[in-house]
């Protein structure tokens, strides 16, 4: 049971719009602490894609947004492509466990 | 360019302490700000965070492991190392360390590509 919860699954069709939860606590977002966003393609490493809750590593595309809002964080895909298929991981702080938390993780489907 | 390589055993047993090495390069553990955190993937499932070490030899530890995990640096060789007592095959996973940079940061910007330890007998 991850800290911070995040729906398994998404699916849109290409070019579509599709937005990844990510619900936490007065412990942890609800906190204030920043929430971070990681895309992982199969077979390899955890990619930063946001941090800070809405900022974009440089290369990302501007397809790619975060926000945040009280104790849940949301990343957003515009013109979803069939390169973003992937595992999508948000990560953040908790105060009350004194250390990093990741959350469930959502895999994106592109139909 | 910062690149972050995880090195160590790839079969341990059940009861063993298991030692993880990450060989940077790129920057420096005694810089202000910098920390190195290592990072835990059984296969199929979520990502899991173990342990952190700041430049300032700050320590931090998941709860739920703080007793099995011990992390150092030495900062003339560009490692730090995880060492993780009494293994189980539960703990079969991919473990990655990983870059931060910034005070207060908690991002983690850098990723080695990850070594798979399997726990059996």
């Known amino acids: 049971q991850s800290v911070l919860t995040q729906p398994p699954s998404v699916s849109g069709a290409p070019g579509q719009r599709v937005t990844i939860s990510c619900t936490g606590s007065s412990s942890n977002i609800g906190a204030g602490y920043d929430v971070h966003w990681y895309q992982q393609l199969p077979g390899t490493a955890p990619k930063l894609l946001i941090y800070g809750n809405n900022n974009r590593l440089s290369g990302v595309p501007d397809r790619f947004s975060g926000s945040k809002s009280g104790t849940s964080a949301s990343l957003g895909i515009t013109g979803l492509q069939a390169e973003d298929e992937a595992d999508y991981y948000c990560q953040s702080f908790d105060n009350s466990l004194n250390g990093l938390v990741f959350g469930g993780g959502t895999k994106v489907t592109v139909l | 360019q910062i690149t972050l390589k995880e090195s160590g055993p790839t079969l341990v047993k059940p009861t063993q302490t298991l030692t993880l090495t990450c060989t940077f390069s790129?920057?420096?553990?005694?810089?202000?700000?910098?920390?190195v955190g290592w990072i835990r993937q059984p296969p199929g499932k979520a990502l899991e965070w173990l342990a952190l070490?700041?430049?300032?030899?700050?320590?931090r530890y998941s709860p739920s492991l703080r007793s099995r995990l011990t992390i150092t640096k030495d900062t003339s060789k560009n490692q730090v190392v995880l060492t993780m007592t009494n293994m189980d095959p539960v703990d079969t996973a991919t473990y990655y360390c990983?870059?931060?940079?910034?005070?207060?940061?908690?991002?983690?910007?850098?990723w080695g590509q990850g070594t798979l330890v399997i726990v059996s007998s």
């Open positions: 070490i700041y430049w300032n030899d700050d320590k």
């Open positions: 790129g920057f420096s553990l005694s810089t202000s700000g910098v920390a």
């Open positions: 990983a870059h931060i940079v910034g005070l207060g940061a908690t991002d983690f910007d850098y």
